[in-house]
């Protein structure tokens, strides 16, 4: 067991048996990461807690009532150190009392419950032309906007978008990051598909992508659709994905 690993200062073992929990290490890792602390391993109590919050999505986001015991185990400095790590990857945590502990804590209006964490990350995309209706002939752009409607940093935030085979390719460009256009054809001035990578995109935020092409016949212009991802999170829901469809009329 896990706590008897502890109790004999075998932290090694302690680490093995929160791997053979599987999808549960969370519940050993309540006793492992004081512990770890206590002995000044804050490295590895900080691993240990990115860890446990893993494993706890895995486990379909049970009640986080079991790690209250294991900040309040801690010491007060060392305890505090890897709550604010544990609170910053989005754990229920509480509030230090002044006596250097972990009690029930208060929120902000002064009750005594747990506080509330920012909300993982959660990005939507929407992608619009204008002029619409546009012109054979002259400039259309494109204007797609990242958004980031959750509490935490979306990282590695990418969008990409597929142009459409009737328009000239004229230009692209971001409010931040940098962007990029694949063809398989490099002499090919239509179509290829414009790769915006963003970076971090904090919760709240949103970023924008300018595309500018020129439409060449008249008729209903519609590429496929344009998506947003993200390295910490996965797809979830219709709103990372968005197509802009443009009527061009002729001259």
Known sequence: MCTDAIGVGDLPAALAYADLAGNHPYLAMTTLIPALALKGKLAEATNAAARMWAAWQRAGHPSAGPISPALAAASAVECAIVCAHICRF?????????????????????????????????????????????????????????????????????????????????????????CTRTVSDPNKNKDGTVTCTLGILPGGGTATVTITVTPTKPGTLTAQAATVTAGNISPAGGDDSATATVTVQGI
């Open 90 to 178: 989005g754990w229920p945590c509480r509030r230090a009392s002044q006596a250097g502990g972990f009690g029930t804590g208060e929120s902000a209006g002064g009750g005594p419950h747990a506080r509330h964490f920012p909300a993982p990350a959660d990005l939507s995309l929407t992608n619009a032309g204008a002029p619409n209706p546009a012109v054979s002939g002259q400039p259309l752009t494109y204007t797609l906007q990242a958004a980031n409607t959750g509490g935490q940093d979306a990282t590695a935030v990418t969008v990409n978008d597929p142009l459409p085979a009737s328009a000239v390719f004229k230009s692209m460009s971001a409010t931040q990051g940098s």
